[in-house]
């Protein structure tokens, strides 16, 4: 995957926006890492609304299958499968497209996520603030791409875990719960 190309890979626009994935130095991978076999299931699907936003764009978690999921906003809408990696933490896997392209390149991106009390608080998993080297990472135009699930499961817990500790000072973007949906 031509990294450099990264900045044209979209998770559909608006979508992208209430997701806080910041594409320039996010984690990623050219394959699923995480498929029916080795995702979780969900119990936060429903409707929710992104606390302090003036402006109402509610965030919509529906089940489309064996631990597959739909985030909609508004009329946008993006492939998800979850992965519980412990307590209440999990790890968001979205699947995108490079739309400036004829071949529609696929890339998968993740994110580390807490849903706890009715809320999300979806954190940007910044590659320049992952510890270490992990097994299938490869850091490029900060960017970490995986191959390895392995490898992104403990990348995304040394993640959480300066997260926990205060060295990661980003706020989450943190969405309400308004309503349980049933698909």
Do not use: N
């Amino acid at each position: 995957m031509d990294l450099s190309r990264l900045s044209r890979t979209v998770l559909r626009p608006g979508i992208v926006a209430a997701l806080a994935c910041l594409l320039s130095a996010c984690w990623l991978s050219e394959k699923p890492l995480l498929t029916a076999k080795t995702a979780s299931g969900v119990d936060f699907t429903g409707t929710y609304r992104a606390l302090g936003e003036e402006e109402r764009s509610d965030l919509v978690i529906s089940t489309r299958g064996k631990h597959a999921y739909e985030v909609r906003q508004g009329e946008e809408k993006i492939s998800t499968r979850y992965l519980k990696l412990r307590g209440d933490w999990y790890l968001a896997q979205y699947k995108g497209k490079d739309e400036e392209e004829r071949d529609d390149e696929v890339v998968y991106l993740y994110q580390p996520m807490r849903a706890v009390s009715g809320r999300l608080y979806m954190y940007s998993a910044d590659c320049d603030d992952t510890p270490g080297e992990f097994r299938g990472m490869k850091r490029e135009k900060g960017a970490c791409s995986f191959t390895s699930l392995d490898g992104l499961k403990a990348a995304a817990l040394a993640f959480i875990g300066r997260i926990e500790k205060g060295e990661i000072a980003d706020d989450p973007q943190v969405w309400v719960k308004v309503s349980v949906t049933r698909h």
